[in-house]
């Protein structure tokens, strides 16, 4: 339980992935973290970078294909439309300007219209300095305050060898 709101968890089975590999010499201080915006609009090619880059290493996200500058075009515009209707937040990590994580609540429909489905993605080179924790409680403060209805319960689907990211979210 985060502060009142219930955390649902689904594992999913997936074979072991490749080592870990060397993290970069980076401070959280040095990373900026802000919520998504209209700006984000000339950053499509940005994102497409940084989503290939997670597709490429087998990161254990849900897309497992390529994305073209195109889908991310429309992700950035249905993100900002979903945004405006208060029915998802967005926080963006970056470093030097290059985006190196994301985390997004974004609420259910209908009966489940109470419910926040969390996603967080984290660039290899950044993890395990307290990046996604940070991002992850950013976004949990923000679907707070700003999503409606008002959130109630959070929901996550994380892969049962992501061992990292199933001590993030205890």
Known sequence: VVRGIRIAETR???SLGPPRHKRMAVKLEDITIREFSVQDLNKAQEYCDYINSLIGEDAKIL???KQTLGEEKEF???TLEAI???KEVVVVAEHNGNIIGITKIELSEYRRDHIG???ISVHRGYRGIGLGKTIMSKVIELAKGKLTPKLKIIQLTVYENNKPAQALYK
């Open 12 to 14: 999913v089975r997936l």
């Open 76 to 78: 950035v515009k249905k």
């Open 84 to 86: 405006k209707v208060n």
């Open 117 to 119: 489905v969390l996603g």
């Open 63 to 65: 897309i497992n294909r």
